[in-house]
Nanobody
Framework: QLQLVESGGGLVQAGGSLRLSCAAS????????MGWFRQAPGKEREFVAT????????YYADSVKGRFTISMDNVKNAVYLQMNSLKPEDTAVYYC???????????????????WGQGTQVTVSS
């Protein structure tokens, strides 16, 4: 079983930055695809970014491209989401997720992921 714990959320003004962390434990961290998703009140969970275990392949939602950066530290078994130029519409609970690679997966669908953290709240004030 893989356990994921997010941290780093908080309240920030529009235009500000936050760095989210996701610590993984319980299994070998390698060979997982790691993703960040978010869910705003009354909305469905949506894809933010994903990264391969080697860190060599990343993919972003259009809404965050150019502002957010996903990265991975295989030594620390951690995944990060650097969020810059934050907007009020980025306000949501942010979740870290993990899944084993599968040939048919697109990795932007939350239903494909097997492991989830508890989430961390990000609030961006205008």
């Amino acid at each position: 079983q893989l356990q994921l714990v997010e941290s780093g959320g908080g309240l920030v003004q529009a235009g500000g930055s936050l760095r989210l962390s996701c610590a993984a434990s319980g299994r070998t961290f390698s060979n997982y695809i790691m993703g960040w998703f978010r869910q705003a009140p009354g909305k469905e969970r949506e894809f933010v970014a994903t990264i391969s275990w080697s860190g060599g392949s990343t993919y972003y939602a259009d809404s965050v491209k150019g502002r957010f950066t996903i990265s991975m530290d295989n030594v620390k078994n951690a995944v990060y989401l650097q969020m810059n130029s934050l907007k009020p519409e980025d306000t949501a609970v942010y979740y870290c997720a993990a899944v084993r690679p599968h040939y048919s997966y697109t990795y932007d669908n939350p239903e494909e992921y097997d492991y989830w953290g508890q989430g961390t709240q990000v609030t961006v004030s205008s």
